[in-house]
């Protein structure tokens, strides 16, 4: 599968071993029958993507991810602003570490450019599955992103 993944920080915090995470969003997006892969993931403050969230969708809250979907069928495509902040305090309320929050909003953004949805509780409960399932992906280790 065709695929760049790009990441661009507009804070203090950057990703350690940017490859594994690379590898793991191909190997999410092999599980859904992905085409190809072209995403770039912004890390950024609250204020920021506050910014966004009231220019883009006119809602005036904050949020940990916006993700804006160009992608066309099975070709992804898309850009995904995350608040670093709200990761943060997410992982606190939830009681989970940093990564794996960090994780499940990755996953969450990749999976709606997928097809995914969480407009109901039946379909938030399909996605949180799906972002518990990416989430084990993280931590299994392949020879080729392409063997999932």
Known sequence: MES???????TDFSL?????????LVRCSNRYGADSLFLAFAFMDDKALHALNLQHLQ?????DIIAFD?????EIC???AISV??????ALTYSVSFET?????????????LGFSDKTSAAVKEMRAEEDFCISL?????KNATDV
């Open 4 to 10: 760049q993944i790009e990441y661009i920080y507009e």
């Open 16 to 24: 350690n071993e940017e490859n594994r995470y690379s590898s793991w």
């Open 59 to 63: 809602h005036d809250t904050l949020t």
């Open 70 to 74: 160009d992608s066309v069928g099975k």
């Open 78 to 80: 898309a850009n995904i």
């Open 85 to 90: 902040e709200r990761i943060k305090a997410n």
């Open 101 to 113: 929050e960090l994780l499940r909003v990755m996953a969450h953004g990749l999976l709606h450019c």
């Open 138 to 142: 993280f931590h299994v280790e392949h």
